[in-house]
């Protein structure tokens, strides 16, 4: 297979125009230096004017992407009629995916744990707001319904804070969605190809894992060998392989998990398109099980071919 690949040119799409597009344009870098080095025929291109003209010197797309037109099954609707076989999930697992509301309910018809949540779109009014909160205690956690990289994110402990972090996340999109804050530890699993890859315990300086915690150096914990019972890894696994067989997702996905004292294993959201920068959270888990990086490269790629 991998003799095979190394006779396609292989586009890696990074950028993009979402609130994402620094984060996207690492991960593109990361995985273009890592197949040149490899000796793979290697591009890198954005989502610009460009991008059609781009696509016809292809034969397979990395895509490097995040967020919106990337994440979202625009971009996969697009390779879709370009017949171009592409990497992370496809266009339907990709849109539910992005939108945090349709994706807690698919969980929940599952039999997943979420936490409890309401919606706030941007022409409502303060009235409706309140008559929502009257069937959730305080406190929330606030985020853009169609955004990631905890992007427009924050915590509300009171009704005023709530209408601040609601004009944050307003910035980003028109929905909003508002959800129980659940106190507990947090917790990261990847699966690949619909098998469990592990998982790492994540301990941010900040009140959560903000995008600041993300992407800079020293300001979050990685514990890649986390103190869980049996128990509660099996509940975390669980919760992040028939989270990504509900949507019906393929190649890596990262699932947001939060472990609370109980042992229940919350699934906040799942990412079809984890990054892949230095600090990226899929590679180390990897890395933990001996994949080292321009492997786990070679094998996404390889799924999106047996896939498409």
């Known amino acids: 297979m991998r003799e095979k690949i190394k006779n396609l040119k292989i586009g890696v799409l990074a950028g993009g125009s979402s609130a ?40 397979i797309c990395f895509n490097a992407l995040h967020g919106t037109f990337g994440e979202d099954g625009k971009v996969q609707g697009v390779l879709e009629l370009l ?67 905890s992007i427009g994110a924050s915590i509300a402990y009171s009704a005023s804070e709530l209408y601040l972090a609601l004009e944050d996340a307003f910035q980003y999109d028109d929905e909003v969605i508002v959800e129980e ?31 600041s915690a993300k992407y800079t150096k020293g300001k979050t914990q990685y514990i890649l060998e986390p103190d869980l019972t049996e128990e509660e890894y099996q509940a975390c696994e669980y919760a992040s ?12 996905t990262r699932t947001d998990i939060i472990l609370s004292d109980s042992g229940k294993a919350y699934v906040l959201e799942i990412n079809t398109l984890p990054g892949l920068t ?23 790629i390889e799924d999106a071919i047996t896939c498409k």
């Open 181 to 211: 804050y659940i106190a507990g530890r947090e917790i990261q699993f990847a699966v690949f190809s619909g098998k469990p890859l592990g998982c790492v315990e994540i301990k941010p300086n900040d009140s959560f894992y903000s995008y």
């Open 278 to 300: 230095e600090f990226s959270l899929v590679p180390m888990i990897a890395q933990k099980k001996g994949i080292k990086f321009g492997s786990l490269i070679e094998e996404i």
């Open 83 to 149: 017949k171009i076989p592409y990497t992370g999930s496809n266009v339907e697992a990709s849109a539910i995916a992005m939108d945090k509301i349709k994706s807690k309910i698919i969980f929940k018809y599952y039999g997943l744990d979420v936490p409890d949540f309401f919606s706030v779109k941007k022409r409502e009014t303060k009235e409706q707001i309140e008559n929502k909160m009257q069937n959730m205690p305080l406190p929330y956690f606030i985020k853009p319904n169609a955004q990631g990289s």
């Open 20 to 59: 994402e597009r620094e984060i996207s344009l690492k991960t593109g870098k990361a995985v273009e230096d890592s197949l040149a080095g490899m000796g793979y025929n290697v591009i890198k291109f954005d989502l610009d004017e460009n991008f059609f003209d781009e696509l016809k010197k292809i034969d």
């Open 241 to 252: 392989v028939s989270a990504h067989a509900s949507l019906g997702c393929r190649g890596v």
